[in-house]
């Protein structure tokens, strides 16, 4: 079993900062990428940020500059620095991680139970 746990979600005002944490546990024997996506209400979900197993790191373009992805090998923990929170930030923010499982070996997506930010006035 592999489990992914989000903390760091909040309500903040326009143009704050706050930092997602995600810590990935359980039956791993080695993680690939590790990435944050986000849904807002009656949209559909979309890649803010990933960042590979050498630290190779890519963005949407609406984040670029204010965002930061980063990761913790030794602790199975990537981190999304968001830096001048927009309104338009505002979602439900999950993590992923594409990983290969102790049990069987065998690559496979996981994925956090997402924590909610929201950016207002």
């Known amino acids: 079993q592999v489990q992914l746990v989000e903390s760091g979600g909040g309500l903040v005002q326009p143009g704050v900062s706050l930092r997602l944490s995600c810590a990935a546990s359980?039956?791993?024997?080695?993680?690939?990428?590790m990435g944050w996506y986000r849904q807002a209400p009656g949209k559909q979900r979309e890649l803010v940020a990933v960042?590979?197993?050498?630290?190779?790191?890519s963005y949407i373009d609406s984040v670029k500059g204010r965002f930061t992805i980063s990761r913790d090998n030794a602790k199975n923990t990537v981190f999304l620095q968001m830096n001048s929170l927009k309104p338009e930030d505002t979602a439900v923010y999950f993590c992923?991680?594409?990983?290969?499982?102790?049990?069987?070996?065998?690559?496979?997506?996981?994925w956090g139970q997402g924590t909610q930010v929201t950016v207002s006035s």
């Open positions: 960042i590979s197993s050498g630290g190779s790191t």
């Open positions: 359980g039956s791993i024997f080695r993680i690939n990428a």
């Open positions: 992923h991680a594409r990983l290969v499982s102790q049990d069987d070996y065998k690559t496979r997506n996981y």
